[in-house]
């Protein structure tokens, strides 16, 4: 019988209208490392976050057998007293403390009066040392590089007496040299007797340090791979993460794809906004015909939203470069308004953060990006705009008892849904659907791909943005593939699989 | 609607239907005196007309202006001294005095809106400017005004020779004629939807709203009938009122505040300049507060360093208390016009009774937290406040 640290039984996690986890199992041994890999949205983070009391006990069924007990995590407190601590893809550091403050932040050393600075930055340091972190334990955190924060954080975790570290995607912003050194570190911890989860895309770190592997599919556990051997197949794994039957969950349409470029890209070129050395897209180009959908594949962070938005009126990132040709015509989109007016949409993949008024009504949220449109010399009709509302409520059937109510109280479906009407409203030739179908129903689902079928069939251009591969397949002309800032690979959806995608993608990877 | 909804869309109208009849007894009626209830009016003006630009402000996402009390001071001070010492016509006074208001805002909002400087901090500073420039301008002084046509622009009342030389029955008339304008005006709307086949609201409803407001201002007129008739001054409150409620209601201008305040990274995403709404947010105030300026120092008839003190508490106060959200992204001018005037009859009814100043203090601090309290909580269940 092999020594468990941590045993996951049944687990069952509902948000309101997505099963996010069910039934999923989890077993890990003491002193290994575990991956768990998966599709975005498969339910690797939520599982993580169900075991650290991030959601707590009782908002999901099954149990958390830990160290042999049965487990009720209320908070991340609770879990982190039993030695689990979860590093997050965001790091959770305040940029303005320093190295000391920021790894005892909630867990102070306390003195007699007050804080015990001496003992603080003493214990600070003894940490650091273990993860191999040279610095003052006094620097501020925005002074030193990514990677080393990260391993602030693993510091951290170890102030906590860590036994089970959970990391999620800790290498997803490192450069390939500070990722060999954490995945290193993360051996020699292994060899002290700490057991970590590790979640990642990267296959070829995966096969490096972990011993065994989990694949998570659409919220349920596929298999477990051993790989003490150090030698995976990772097609195997890249069946398990995608292989998904394709049935009819894509609304049938005639390929009706026009001759005439709708919308073209040349060698764009996008830096980050806080750190203009950055290239976020690097030398992309692209085009969209009309009356056909274009999808963009590719991991998150791939620069996809990234060359989206920058598209769309600079509304990301700075000192951007590149071609910019709407029907023929070479355009220059200084601001939204200006892509507004040329023809250009863009539907957010954050809907709630950049899309909608949530304390609006359905109404003021639809006529919001073209308000002109119901407006006669600056003054609203309201009657109009009313009828408007009405109007795409029966077209795209949302479900609402009136175009009054708040988009705050809709389902994520019907949100998306106003989102939609809101851009179909501004009469764009050409769209950008980021994520579109992210969060929803698989009915809401397939209303949304019968819209986009619609649109497309009156002559426009979509761009689909997404990162579930089985639907650019199922409803897409041509697929492109991005990583990391880079188109990597263009294939008519005809010859493309998402095994092709992958391959692409971790092709590019090792380069 | 149901009795729930509809408290909860009325509350403050209840609240101050409740107040109102509670200082009526408590004062044994004095309360509803003609002279009372003109006064009431009189010195809540400049309360009303900065809780409309007020309002443009918080409504960007509860960002308030604290500087307004000082350009009142400031631009009191201009208007006193250049009536005193110059030979400039009063019109041409108030001219320059709106323009200068202007130029304030125009000053605040470049900061505010194209630097991104917090407001808070801007208007903090020009609390601080405005009052000092303003007391330099006085010379540390109370300046009086004398010319009769500036007092007459704002503080006069109206006053038709042969009709209103006994009881002012201009003013009744004018009651009379604004509220059946009202009704009519509610039948013709009514008219319009019905033949383009849009969603009318329930008749009953409509038209009990109507009754109650016409109530209201045949009572109010007949009030001021038997003083001194309609105050100018009044028509500049209800023409700023009316604009405002305009521009926040009807105009796409307006619509641009609320979406700023629901939702400022989606504003921007669907095309709309964000920074110039702030720009505009800011400017308006300066120039209400300009014009407070002038009907206060009209109607104390002098200026000094210490006028206008605390105005931006009242104001931004009227705004809470009428419902605006202190995240920003709701709240109307006829909200606002009930908080102000809540405000006003809690200070007059206290004077009447001969309460004490600093309990007045008291009465209002706790009104305004319960105020924003509901609005917190109830923002709570619809999942806009953390």
Redesign the interface.
């Known amino acids: 019988m092999a020594d468990l640290i941590l045993e996951m039984k049944n687990i069952t996690k509902e948000f309101p209208g997505v099963k996010a986890l069910d039934q999923v199992n989890l077993k890990v041994e003491r002193g290994e490392i575990h991956a768990l890999v998966g599709e975005n949205g498969a339910g690797k983070s939520t599982l993580m976050n169900v075991l650290s009391g991030t959601y707590p006990f009782g908002s999901y069924t099954g149990d958390i057998v830990y160290n042999g007990e049965v487990c009720q995590f209320k908070t991340l407190r609770d879990s982190e007293e039993r030695g689990i601590v979860i590093i997050h893809q965001e790091l959770a550091l305040i940029p303005e403390l320093s190295i000391g403050e920021n790894m005892f932040l909630g867990n102070e050393r306390k003195g007699r009066f007050g804080i015990d600075w001496d003992r603080t930055y003493h214990e600070a340091e003894e940490h650091m040392r273990q993860v191999g972190l040279k610095e003052e334990s006094t620097t501020l955190i925005k002074d030193i590089g990514t990677g080393k924060q990260q391993l602030v954080e693993i510091a951290k975790a170890l102030s906590k007496q860590v036994k089970l570290l959970i990391l999620d995607e800790p290498t997803s912003s490192l450069n390939e040299e500070d990722a060999k050194m954490l995945l290193d570190l993360l051996l020699h911890f292994k060899q002290e007797g700490m057991t970590s989860i590790i979640i990642s895309h990267k296959l070829n770190e995966i096969s490096y340090v972990a011993d065994k592997i989990t694949v998570i599919r659409d919220g349920s556990t596929i298999e477990t791979i051993d790989n003490a051997d150090r030698n995976i197949n990772e097609d195997r794994i890249i069946q398990g993460m995608v292989g998904r039957e394709l049935s009819d969950r894509y609304p049938k349409r005639e390929h009706h794809v026009s001759d005439t470029v709708g919308m073209a890209v040349k060698n764009w070129s996008v830096h980050h906004p806080l750190y203009p050395e950055k290239k976020v897209v690097d030398n992309v180009s692209f085009n969209v015909h009309r009356g056909e959908i274009v999808g963009f594949s590719g991991l998150q962070g791939a620069g996809r939203t990234e060359l989206a938005m920058s598209i769309f009126g600079r509304s990301y990132g700075t000192d951007i470069s590149g071609e910019l040709t709407i029907d023929g015509k070479s355009r220059t989109l200084k601001t939204v308004r200006d892509a507004i007016e040329a023809g250009l949409a863009y539907v957010t993949e954050d809907r709630k953060g950049n899309g909608l008024i949530l304390t609006e009504s359905i109404a003021k949220n639809i006529t919001m990006s073209k308000l002109d449109k119901v407006c006669s010399k600056g003054v609203i009709d309201t009657d109009k705009e009313n009828a408007v509302a009405e109007e795409y409520k029966e077209k795209l059937r949302t479900k609402t008892p009136s175009v009054q109510q708040n988009v705050g109280n809709l389902s994520g479906g019907n949100q998306q849904k106003v989102l939609l009407s809101k851009w179909m409203f501004a009469d764009p030739e050409v769209l950008i659907l980021d994520e579109p179908t992210r969060g929803i129903d698989v009915g809401a689902k397939y209303e949304i791909y019968c819209i986009m079928n619609d649109l497309v069939a009156q002559g426009k251009s979509v761009i689909m943005i997404s990162s579930e591969m089985p639907e650019l397949l199922g409803m897409c002309d041509r697929i492109y593939v991005m990583n990391e800032g880079r188109m990597v690979a263009e294939m008519p959806a005809a010859e493309a699989t998402q095994e092709k995608i992958m391959a692409a993608i971790l092709q590019s990877d090792k380069q | 609607m149901n009795t729930k909804t509809f408290i909860k869309k009325y509350t403050m109208v209840i609240a101050l239907g409740v107040v109102f009849i509670l200082f009526a007894v408590l004062t044994q009626g004095r309360l509803l005196y003609p002279q009372n209830l003109s006064n009431l009016l009189l010195q809540n003006a400049y309360v009303l007309v900065m809780a409309c630009g007020m309002l443009l402000c918080i409504l960007t996402g509860g960002n308030i202006d604290l500087s307004v009390g000082s350009t009142v001071c400031l631009v009191g001070a201009i208007a006193a001294q250049l009536l005193a010492n110059t030979g400039l016509h009063p019109v041409f006074v108030i001219l320059i005095c709106l323009l200068l208001s202007i130029v304030i805002g125009i000053w605040q909002g470049f900061w505010i809106g194209n630097v991104h400087i917090p407001p808070f901090i801007c208007t903090l500073a020009g609390m601080f400017l405005f009052r000092g420039l303003g007391r330099a301008i006085l010379g540390s002084k109370t300046v009086s005004i004398a010319n009769k046509t500036f007092l007459n622009i704002f503080a006069s009342y109206i006053n038709v020779p042969g009709l209103d030389d006994q009881v002012k029955w201009s003013a009744f008339i004018v009651g009379i004629v604004i509220s059946a304008l009202l009704i009519a005006n509610t039948f013709r709307a009514r008219a ?2 019905a033949k ?1 086949g ?2 009318q609201s329930a008749a009953a409803s409509e038209f009990a709203k109507i009754a109650v407001i016409d109530a209201l201002i045949l009572f109010y007129t007949w009030k001021l009938a038997h003083y001194k008739g309609i105050p100018v001054m009044a028509l500049w409150v209800v023409a700023v009122c009316l604009i405002y409620a305009f521009i926040t209601s ?4 307006g ?1 641009y505040f ?2 700023v305040g ?2 400022e ?9 964000t920074e110039k709404v702030y720009f505009m947010a800011y400017t308006s105030m300066s120039l209400l507060a300009g014009l407070s300026g002038l009907l206060m120092a009209a109607r104390i008839g002098s200026v000094n360093g210490d006028t206008g003190n605390s105005f931006e508490m009242d104001a931004i106060g009227s705004c809470f208390i009428g419902g605006a959200s202190a995240y920003g ?2 709240g109307t001018v006829p909200g606002i016009i009930v908080g102000a005037i809540l405000l006003g009859v809690i200070n007059q009814g206290m004077s009447i009774i001969g309460l004490d100043n600093n309990w007045q203090y008291v009465v209002k601090g706790a009104v305004l937290l319960v105020a924003v309290i509901f609005d917190v909580v109830s923002n709570k269940k ?3 406040a953390g």
Do not use: D
């Open positions: 319009q939807k383009k849009y969603k009807k105009t796409a201008f619509r609320y979406a629901g939702n990274k989606a504003t921007k995403l669907s095309g709309i300049n992204g709701s619809t999942g806009k």
